[in-house]
């Protein structure tokens, strides 16, 4: 399949706030589909820039018996529809060097998983497609050792680099957000997102189920903003309860529009 054309992303650098959100993984056309729908609307409303993103496959799950994807190339087709009809740029994990020439074809950001940030020869495929490549800062990573992940990737391709906060291992079950690390990782020059929904993750559960305070999204989301993020990621989905990934640390769809509607009142202050 010919690499498609990348979808216009010159909003992540206009210094307008800008939302990556989508439901954790591709598991069904339907709840795609239908999410995608109602971002692109309430984007239009708000006139608030978004990326789509969902995972076409997950490869880092605590269980053996964890759902992993409904297939690789059904999935990654459902991902080129969401682009294709809704017009909105796209963005998928990948977890090898194979993987990123593949899903290349399909979307408009590859984003590097945390747990592999550190993966040379995974940062320097994704960034020879072409495509910018969004860097999930590793759990077990400081803010200032991200910038030989951007080096890694600026130098070999022309897509860019992004870096993307989502909390720091603390004891064994929980996660923090140190909000130093924004404006730290601001000083590389490249676009800085939190991740508000898997920083609120409790992995390592003991029943191979990792978990989350959903509750506290909106604390982290507005703290972000107030500290200079330029974009936030919220993985949201119809009925988290239900999904197959991540439910525990998804937002419910309908509950997004209220919170970014504070969230940019709070942005608009801070002119």
Request: hydrophobic share 40%; aromatic share 6%.
């Amino acid at each position: 399949m010919a690499q498609g054309k990348n979808m216009d992303l010159s909003f992540v650098d206009s210094g307008s706030l800008f939302l990556i959100a989508g439901p954790c993984a591709v598991e069904s056309e339907s709840v795609i589909m239908t999410t995608a729908e109602h971002l692109v609307k309430m984007s239009e409303e708000l006139n608030l820039s978004i990326v789509f993103k969902s995972s076409y496959k997950k490869a880092n799950r605590t269980s053996l018996n964890s759902f992993t994807g409904i297939g690789d190339q059904k999935a990654l087709t459902i991902l080129k529809k969401v682009k294709d009809d809704f017009g909105i740029p796209v963005l998928t994990d990948v977890h090898s060097a194979e993987e990123a020439k593949r899903a290349a074809d399909y979307v408009d950001v590859l984003q590097i998983p945390a747990f592999l940030c550190r993966q040379t020869e995974l940062l320097v495929a994704a960034a020879k497609t072409g495509k910018p490549v969004n860097i999930k800062k590793g759990q077990f990573m400081s803010p200032e050792s991200m910038g030989f992940a951007v080096e890694k990737v600026k130098k070999s391709g022309k897509g860019g680099a992004w870096l993307t906060e989502r909390g720091t291992t603390f004891g064994y079950g929980d996660l923090v957000v140190d909000f130093r690390g924004i404006p730290t990782m601001k000083n590389f020059g490249v676009p800085v997102v939190l991740d508000c929904t898997h920083s609120v993750q409790q992995p390592n559960k003991a029943q191979g189920v990792t978990g989350g305070r959903p509750e506290m999204i909106s604390t982290l989301a507005k703290a972000g903003v107030a500290v200079g993020v330029d974009g936030l990621f919220i993985e949201t989905h119809p009925n988290p309860s239900e999904a197959l990934s991540d439910g525990a640390n998804m937002m419910k769809l309908e509950e997004l529009k209220p919170l970014l509607e504070e969230i940019l009142r709070i942005k608009s202050s801070l002119r």
